[in-house]
């Protein structure tokens, strides 16, 4: 077992809640069942800190990158997912989900650039992330 998951029976039930009853040796295989599903998707342990920084910071790139490189919808985005984009801040994500609201869907891409402050190099900008399907 992992050094970082020890688990003993007295930890999870008491010393004493051992020997108590069937139902406990159940309940504490279930937990055994479940500590070891989750184990693994659980970070893994480092003997020395700058392996486990190194493991963070590459965990952290790859959701960055994932985050920039997925498509969103425009007509389905929320706020959040708008401002991921290059060039889209918070007012910007705003202005974009009040046309939505007040003119319908957009047709394509290009539409982005009737709301206000959305020129045509935000979109250029943005164009392989961007989509109008559902």
């Known amino acids: ?15 004493s ?8 040796v159940a309940i504490f295989g279930l937990v055994l069942v479940l500590m070891r599903v989750s184990n693994a998707n659980t970070t893994p342990c480092f003997d020395d800190p700058q392996q486990a920084y190194d493991y963070l ?16 919808n425009i007509n389905t985005a929320s706020e959040g997912e708008l401002v991921s984009l290059h060039g889209i801040g918070s007012s910007k994500a705003q202005e974009i989900i009040l046309y939505r ?20 190099k935000t979109v250029e900008d943005n164009q392989s992330r961007l989509s109008v399907q559902d």
């Not at 077992?1 to 010393?15: E, H, I, P, Q, R």
């Not at 809640?17 to 406990?24: D, E, P, T, V, Y």
């Not at 790139?61 to 920039?68: F, G, I, Y």
Request: proline letters at 0%; aromatic letters at 8%; a positive charge.
């Open 101 to 120: 609201e007040m003119f319908g869907r957009f047709r394509t891409v290009e539409d982005l650039t009737k709301v206000k402050g959305i020129g045509a």
């Open 57 to 72: 910071i590459a965990q952290e790139e790859a959701k960055v990158q994932a985050r920039d490189n997925a498509t969103i």
């Open 17 to 24: 809640a051992i020997r108590a009853s069937w139902l406990n």
């Open 1 to 15: 077992m992992n050094d970082c998951y020890k688990l003993s029976c007295a930890s999870v039930f008491g010393a």
